[in-house]
């Protein structure tokens, strides 16, 4: 898998805003979504509430305040090609909203974007202690736009690699791994024991789990995904259903 690592410098990040707006230019027709599961996010809509790290239904770009987590989502952007990155009220797994990502024609690194749990403080990143859990699911799709299935790259930030983190002299080498998206609606589980960084970065150290910073999404091509329902999964949870 390509690696793409950018110090602090190179890294600009866009704090979103409300309806977690930014994009240069309409690229996608939100109608064409990824298709309806045969057993969709409902089935999981029990899970305790404490969870959750975004379902979308706030419609305004922020995490719902759960365990302290009182973060947002914000967009990595190289500058070039054009990008969308919004809460929509189309597409949804569940509920009536999802997270549509997409871009295209970009000529440097690209767009990442991260749920950042806890609120920067003096544009510094602020930790969270994720040690009760062994994974993140969710559940993704592609939308009309990818002509076809390709693996994109997520992952977690921490303390060490954040670009904003204060420790890392070359960051963003993120602890990831790739899921194979498909223009189906499928629930994914993506376990910290899995994930791995690149090897380019500094510093390169063992995830340590309690700093960490946010749950990143950063494909390596054209693209055009949904996401919805993204939550923390139990440390001995050894479900990968989709």
């Known amino acids: 898998m390509a690696s793409r690592v950018w110090s602090p410098v190179l890294l600009g990040v866009l704090l979103l805003g409300a309806g977690c707006g930014g994009s240069l230019e309409p690229i996608l027709n939100p109608s064409l979504c990824p298709r309806a599961p045969v057993r969709g996010p409902s089935q999981f809509a029990s899970e305790p509430a404490v969870r959750l790290i975004d379902d979308f239904e706030s419609g305004d770009g922020r995490l719902p305040l759960q365990e302290g987590r009182n973060g947002y989502w914000v967009v990595g952007k190289d500058g070039t090609g054009t990008f969308n990155a919004t809460q929509a009220n189309q597409c949804a797994g569940r509920g009536g909203w999802a997270g549509h990502f997409g871009a295209k024609g970009w000529t440097s690194w690209g767009y990442n974007w991260t749920a950042v749990f806890q609120a920067p403080?003096?544009?510094?990143?602020?930790?969270?202690?994720?040690?009760?859990?062994?994974?993140?699911?969710?559940?993704?799709?592609?939308?009309?736009?990818?002509?076809?299935?390709?693996?994109?790259?997520?992952?977690?930030?921490?303390?060490?690699?954040?670009?904003?983190?204060?420790?890392?002299?070359?960051?963003?080498?993120?602890?990831?791994?790739?899921?194979?998206?498909?223009?189906?609606?499928?629930?994914?589980?993506?376990?910290?024991?899995?994930?791995?960084?690149?090897?380019?970065?500094?510093?390169?150290?063992?995830?340590?789990?309690?700093q960490m910073v946010g749950f990143i999404i950063w494909p390596t091509q054209d693209f055009d995904l949904w996401i919805d329902d993204i939550r923390f999964e139990p440390a001995a949870s050894a479900d990968g259903g989709g």
């Open 121 to 210: 403080q003096n544009n510094t990143a602020v930790p969270f202690d994720a040690r009760a859990y062994g994974a993140i699911s969710f559940w993704a799709g592609f939308g009309n736009f990818n002509l076809v299935d390709v693996a994109v790259p997520v992952g977690v930030t921490t303390m060490d690699n954040a670009w904003n983190g204060g420790i890392c002299t070359t960051c963003m080498d993120y602890y990831r791994t790739t899921v194979p998206l498909t223009h189906e609606w499928q629930r994914y589980v993506v376990r910290f024991e899995d994930m791995a960084q690149s090897g380019v970065g500094s510093p390169l150290l063992p995830m340590r789990k309690d």
